[in-house]
DNA sequence: CCTACCGATCGGTAGG
DNA sequence: CCTACCGATCGGTAGG
């Protein structure tokens, strides 16, 4: 028994500590993405901020588009998870309300990676990251098809393609008016959601 | 008459060499910023494409934050200009309308230079440049106007603050979804533009 | 011997 | 206006 076991927590923990220690990388290197972007923020304040040496990052992810890459991974599988964790039974319209609302709360919160420029290297190397690539199909299944019911029963609008109410939802996780709105210090970090999630939903034109 | 008006055209020739070369920088800036962003944009690259010395480049422009504030101030310009280019009989509702396509018509061109980021050396250069300032000011107060008088007839909704407002139709000009709809190529400038519209005045919510 | 990690430095390139 | 070049800092990797 002793000899079958006893090498099970052995490696079992050295495999925990390198895990723990990614995760603790793919935090930081999420919310640095947050603060400043892909291109600015660098890989050996990456290092100081986990608090390890930058040639020990490099044992673990192999450039610094990888290392960004995991961090979108990252909040693709809490997108997913949160989905997840919706009621079933809810209509979907309300569930795609909830899902923004979270998004919105992710990104005042800082910790909402921002999208990568068009002409990004980090954009072709995404395009290429069959792990990311995989979540973010999955989270696009599952809001396509709460989309399509919701447009099917009446409670979202039927005159836009489903793709372009996927797009619109994605985009509002980096909506720069939350930003705005925050730093002018008006209203308080709930009011922003609403106020943007009625500009979403609802539109700009009067009811 | 000789001696009065002969210096003059001379003078005039040579500043008007210097502005028509400052056009050629702040233009070649412009649709750089558009295409890649601050971060990404490098002063050799502009030199490169207007076909000029780097060090000429800075006999004009004495950093890269104040060569991309020119282009910011061009654009704010050309938003000025079309803002008053509109028919001053048209209602407010209208006119909104108006400003927001152009503003997606000017991006899918390719010269609408990409917000800087939050933490950014740009955005700190811009909140000291005056002539930004005053431009953005200027804008802002022209589209503020219509806001509240939309409001006021009924036709934007008066749930949300004309600030709310005003930062949403800003915010368009840098939609995201703008490009993903390009890149998926399914659909024509044109209706990407119409499409986008839509969600931004109507909501995604059916009406 | 291995792993994990460090101090130091690589080749290139940024803004100026 | 250009060629040449700087202090610094980038992403990435050497030896120990």
């Not at 927590?9 to 999420?30: C, G, H, W």
């Not at 964790?85 to 992710?106: I, N």
């Not at 109410?165 to 009011?191: H, I, M, N």
Request: net charge neutral; aromatic share 6%.
């Amino acid at each position: 028994m002793n000899t079958v076991t006893a090498p099970v927590p052995k490696t079992s923990f050295k495999a925990q500590m390198l895990l723990a220690r990614e995760e603790a990388i793919v935090q930081t290197v999420n919310r640095l993405l947050a603060e400043k972007g892909f291109e600015s923020m660098t890989v050996d304040e990456v290092a100081a901020s986990v608090g390890i040496a930058k040639a020990s990052l490099y044992k673990h992810f192999p450039s610094k588009e990888d290392l960004a890459a995991a961090a979108m991974v990252r909040i693709m599988k809490r997108t997913q998870d949160f989905l997840d964790s919706l009621p079933a039974a809810d209509p979907p319209m309300t569930k795609l309300r909830a899902v923004v609302r979270w998004t919105m709360e992710v990104q005042l919160a800082g910790e909402m990676p921002s999208l990568p420029h068009q002409n990004s290297t980090l954009r072709a190397a995404l395009m290429n990251n069959r792990a990311y690539l995989d979540r973010l199909m999955e989270v696009s299944n599952t809001l396509g098809g709460w989309i399509q019911v919701a447009q099917a029963d009446g409670a979202m609008s039927s005159k836009l393609p489903a793709i372009v109410v996927l797009y619109t939802l994605f985009a509002r996780a980096c909506d720069p008016v939350l930003e705005f709105l925050k730093v002018g210090g008006l209203y308080s970090d709930a009011q922003i959601v609403e106020l943007v999630l009625s500009t979403c939903f609802d539109g700009l034109a009067a009811r």
